[in-house]
């Protein structure tokens, strides 16, 4: 097929969460319920990481009276995966840090389904064909790839120092801990001390607290931004010093022989993570569910939902709810429980990107995650590097771009109207200059949109009234998405979704041990 210009045109789709779902519900243009009122004990709404972990302890706990309603065709939200002949792919998140030692459930889960395969002297041991191999990360810095994310030549001796005196106080706090006898950083969050002395890092910007610092090294500096937008989607001006801090303090990950420093990934990403999880419940599934209405009802709520293949609306009465959506459709789908908030969400664009053979490049060989300096986006990871099929010959690409220098509003509209070829055209221009090599055997770029990809932690974040509200939020109406926690990880939804599900159980009277 020729394009525009008589040059070919790439294969490829464009795809996203479904706005037109999400539309329907901002404009709540749902026909009312129909039919008697059914019963049911517990309702999770939204089939993200954080509902699917919720769904799972309810089933852990050998509780069997809920369904999750979630409004897409399929469960698994922003963790979500696609397929082709060459690979399985992801569409959003790609990776889990081996967890802290707080993050008993999450411990628990990943025993359960083999990724940890045992103790040491009572310390996690995991499954090397999980963890990610070797080379994890390269970076192209002045035209060679290098191993890791942070140049190691041709910078100057101050630049080098600025990076040491980062580290040694990224250390301090990695290592503090507060009056309350809490890690100052803890993952999940919920778990960091409350110590004034570390809050008061919410009050600035990142940035702020960089230049205050004396941190103005400018490559530590794109390094830091990298670093923001790679895992909050937002440039450090706004980002809360806390949650800067705490991309490098948090984590502590708890395993043998070196381990905790690694990551556990899979060609799907957390598709692999949220997929067992909905197989695990797969009889309580309900897809193409938009949970549209919550009030309460005595000591329960009703809750109204559509479903989109029969094209009608429903009333359930619940004894529990569990809003696991994000929090500013929470607060539209029940306002009488949560409170709208000033919360922001970065949007970010992701493309698969099949060749016919592995990328190569001067320097060190090919990595999991590769990311160039002199680009805008944040590089790809190679989707069949832990498997077999990496043997040199066709694999997949995933390119991340978080939209983070326009507000979240432009950019949405960008989103919304920018056509399929010029995002492939821009993807396609990225790769090459990274990978020259790679021209020819680029067979497709399919594009996947995310307007409200992530939650922004910005400098207040910790005390935001409508977080806070539905962190303390009681039965029958409870909250568990990863907005709870301000940061966008995988962990934080999980840890969400199962103390919401704690919350269910210990109202309904059921017995269990908590695993939170
Ligand atoms: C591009 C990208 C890369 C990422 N990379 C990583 C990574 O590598 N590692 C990591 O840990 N994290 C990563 N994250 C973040 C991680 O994916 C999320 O933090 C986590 O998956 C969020 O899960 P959640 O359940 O809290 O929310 P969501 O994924 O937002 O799930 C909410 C669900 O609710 C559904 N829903 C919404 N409204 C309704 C309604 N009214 N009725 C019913 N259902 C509804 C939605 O369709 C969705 O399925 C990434 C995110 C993105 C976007």
């Not at 459930?105 to 359960?112: E, F, I, N, P, Y």
């Not at 004396?214 to 949650?243: I, M, N, Q």
Request: hydrophobic share 40%; with cysteine.
């Amino acid at each position: 097929m020729l394009g525009g210009c008589g040059e070919a045109a790439i294969a490829g789709k464009l795809g996203g969460a479904d706005w037109q779902r999400g539309h329907l519900l901002r404009d709540r243009r749902f026909p009312a319920p129909q039919g008697p009122i059914e019963e049911i004990d517990v309702l999770i709404a939204g089939g993200g990481a954080a509902g699917l972990a919720a769904g799972w302890r309810l089933a852990e706990a050998g509780f069997d009276r809920f369904a999750l309603f979630e409004m897409e065709d399929l469960t698994g939200g922003n963790a979500r995966s696609g397929r082709n002949a060459v690979s399985a792919y992801p569409l959003g998140a790609h990776y889990l840090p081996v967890p802290n030692r707080e993050a008993t459930a999450l411990r628990h889960m990943l025993r359960q389904f083999g990724m940890m395969t045992g103790e040491q002297e009572g310390v996690p041991v995991y499954d090397p064909y999980q963890l990610c191999a070797d080379l994890e990360e390269r970076l192209l810095w002045r035209g060679r790839w290098q191993e890791g994310l942070y140049p190691t030549s041709g910078v100057t001796a101050a630049d080098r120092d600025q990076r040491a005196a980062f580290d040694r106080r990224m250390d301090a706090y990695r290592k503090a801990v507060g009056a309350d006898g809490r890690p100052a950083f803890a993952i999940p969050m919920a778990y960091s001390s409350i110590d004034p002395i570390f809050r008061a890092l919410d009050g600035v910007s990142f940035a702020k607290w960089l230049d205050d610092e004396g941190f103005t090294s400018p490559v530590l500096r794109a390094y830091l931004r990298y670093c923001c937008r790679d895992d909050y989607g937002s440039e450090a001006e706004h980002v809360s010093a806390w949650a800067g801090i705490h991309y490098f303090a948090g984590r502590r990950g708890w395993a043998t022989q070196g381990d905790g420093d690694r990551e556990l990934t899979w060609p799907e990403g957390n598709g692999r993570l949220v997929s067992l999880m909905a197989q695990r419940i797969r009889p309580h599934l309900r897809p193409a569910h938009s949970v549209f209405h919550v009030e309460r009802d005595g000591d329960g709520a009703l809750v109204d939902l559509f479903d989109h293949t029969a094209r009608r609306s429903r009333r359930l009465r619940a004894k529990a709810v569990i809003m696991a959506m994000p929090h500013f459709v929470a607060a539209r789908v029940a306002p009488q429980f949560a409170a709208e908030g000033a919360m922001s969400y970065a949007p970010w664009v992701v493309a698969n990107v099949t060749v016919g053979r592995h990328p190569e490049g001067k320097g060190v060989s090919l990595a999991w995650d590769n990311v160039s300096t002199a680009s805008e986006a944040l590089g790809y990871v190679v989707a069949t590097h832990q498997s077999e099929a990496n043997d040199g010959g066709p694999t997949v690409l995933t390119w991340y771009l978080p939209l983070s220098k326009e507000s979240p509003a432009e950019a949405r509209k960008i989103l919304m109207t920018r056509p399929l070829r010029e995002w492939q055209t821009m993807v396609r221009e990225d790769l090459l200059a990274m990978n020259p090599d790679l021209d020819g055997v680029i067979e497709r770029i399919d594009v996947w949109r995310w307007g409200h990809a992530m939650i922004r932690p910005t400098p207040g974040f910790l005390s935001d009234p409508a977080r806070l509200g539905a962190v303390a939020a009681q039965p029958p109406v409870l909250f568990a998405h990863s907005d709870m926690s301000g940061l966008s990880l995988f962990e934080e939804a999980h840890h969400r979704g199962v103390c919401a599900a704690e919350a269910a159980l210990s109202e309904l009277d059921h017995p269990f041990e908590s695993l939170a």
